[in-house]
């Protein structure tokens, strides 16, 4: 009997997909793993197989799946946090909160605030009413706005407003004061994340924490972390520490046993569709003289491309109007920059080919299509920029990877494959159904830098699926039960 933790030999009776089907077909194969690699495949029963087997009893394996924009402490805190997706209105998240635990330092927080489309607004008299003197914080599913009471202003150090609110650099201030846990917390939440990631088919992830994050990937490999593969990026207030550091995107960071590797810049240029922050063409419906925000402006996020560009660092910029995925390809272009684009939720029709000739990667999160598609119903009716897409984005010849967002959205490769598949998450019909992409080019997406493909001399990374997702419809896709995870031949889940 094999078990998680244990090297593979060989992955028995398995149907692939790519180009291994070309002399293959459909029939089950075996593949022979050695060093991590895939070293041999052959039809089921040829080679005769030597050591460690797993059976595959001819269901479908797909290469390990990636989420491409996880915020890692964060998503995993979260789990010890109220979850607030559910309310409906303010005063309904407010008694929630007053109802809630608090957590051991003695504050209340709660996640995944949507507070967009409520009928009443936050306000910090009635937060005040329902939490008290305990200090508490809701924290909007996008994370660039918090509502505080006048506790939790206190504690902050922040003056009152009076809606209770906070945006932008003010709420991600009030995150990286939430997400700094001491270490020892911090590492054994991020642990027991990464352990039902894998049970997910997760083998890598892309880490934008708002934190210096090589000490702590460093620190959590040598404790022994071993569940996935992880890039790791750093913001503009440690570029200069990583230039010292001598730090370059792709390199391996020393200690971790291969499995981390130094990620991207990431810089914040807008905000949200949901905070109304997003940097816009055109104003949100509800608020005429709203067009958002460009968090840095274009000369400065020319020199900040310029300036990791020289130091071999790749760059991921948060881009979600219209206005601030323009200004970030005007960069690229300026700057002949490598990277990508996060989100470009709102892309102008002429940025399309642009965005393709510069070979910047469009780095969007599915699931968020599902979840907004009400916000943008309401709030950007009038714009005339492509909302939300993926179709269009492949169709026009731009890279395209997946991922979550995480704590955003679920980290859950499934459900980012379904979203991207279906184009809804409930009963009802698919949003823009002319964005909806292929089986293939969702597994694609949602593969390490977009290598989806089994093949001789491959890594093996490998998710045997107990579902054929080539042909699950919406329901069993989004829920696959995942029967094994491989991370470069050694089994990080086993059902």
């Known amino acids: ?46 080679l005769r197989p030597a050591g460690a087997v797993l059976e595959g009893e001819g269901r479908r394996v797909v290469a390990g799946l990636w989420d491409h924009h996880v915020h890692t402490v964060q998503w995993a805190l979260n789990a010890e946090r109220s979850p607030l997706g559910d309310m409906r209105s303010a ?69 009152p407003t009076d809606d209770g609110m906070l945006r932008e650099e003010d709420a991600f201030e009030i995150s990286r004061r939430l997400n700094a846990a001491d ?24 880490d934008f924490d708002m934190a210096w994050n090589a000490d702590a990937w460093r620190r959590r ?124 939720q709102l892309v102008r029709h002429a940025d399309l080919a642009r965005f393709a000739r510069l070979g910047v990667i469009a780095s969007v999160q599915p699931e968020h299509a599902v979840d907004d598609r009400d916000m943008v119903g309401s709030l950007w009716q009038h714009q005339q920029a492509l909302s939300h897409p993926l179709a269009s984005l492949l169709a026009a010849g731009i890279p395209v990877r997946f991922g979550s967002d995480a704590p955003v959205a679920p980290l859950d490769p499934w459900l980012t494959i379904a979203a991207a598949v279906h184009r809804t998450g409930d009963d009802r019909e698919p949003w823009q159904p002319s964005e909806r992409v292929t089986v293939d080019a969702a597994l694609r997406a949602s593969s390490r830098h977009g290598e989806t493909e089994i093949e001789l001399g491959g890594i093996a990374d490998l998710v045997l699926c107990d579902v054929d997702p080539l042909t699950a419809d919406r329901s069993a896709l989004s829920r696959m039960p995942v029967a094994a995870t491989v991370l470069g031949g050694r089994l990080t889940h086993l059902s």
């Not at 949901?274 to 940097?279: K, Q």
């Not at 990791?308 to 700057?335: K, N, P």
Request: glycine content about 10%; proline content about 3%.
């Open 1 to 46: 009997m094999i078990a998680r933790g244990d090297r593979v030999d060989v992955v028995r009776a398995v149907r692939v997909s790519g180009p291994l089907t070309l002399t293959f077909g459909d029939d089950p194969v075996d593949l022979m793993v050695q060093g991590g690699r895939i070293v041999d495949v052959a039809p089921t029963g040829v």
């Open 221 to 344: 490999a040598d404790a022994g972390f071993d569940a996935h593969r992880v890039e790791f990026a750093f913001y503009a207030a440690d570029l200069d520490r990583a230039i010292e550091r001598g730090l370059r995107t792709g390199d391996e960071l020393s200690g971790t046993g291969g499995l981390v590797h130094v990620g991207s810049l990431k810089l914040i240029t807008d905000g949200s569709l949901g905070t109304r922050t997003a940097a816009c063409s055109h104003a949100y419906d509800d608020d005429p003289s709203n067009f958002g925000v460009l968090t840095i402006e274009p000369d400065r996020l020319r020199d900040l491309l310029t300036l990791a560009t020289a130091s071999g660092i790749d760059v991921a910029v948060h881009a979600i109007g219209d206005r601030a995925v323009a200004s970030a390809l005007d960069a690229f272009t300026f700057t002949q920059a490598r990277g990508t684009i996060e989100h470009a």
């Open 183 to 206: 270490d020892a917390t911090a590492d054994a939440a991020v642990r027991r994340a990464a352990d039902r990631a894998a049970a997910r088919g997760v083998t890598g992830l892309v």
């Open 91 to 159: 005063a309904q998240a407010a008694r929630a909160m007053g109802e809630a635990e608090a957590l051991a330092d003695g504050r209340r927080v709660g996640a995944g605030m949507r507070d967009a489309l409520w009928p009443d607004a936050p306000s910090l008299a009635l937060l005040d009413e329902h939490t008290g003197e305990e200090p508490t914080y809701l924290i909007n599913a996008d994370v660039h706005s918090v509502w505080l009471n006048t506790a939790a202003f206190r504690r902050e150090g922040f003056a």
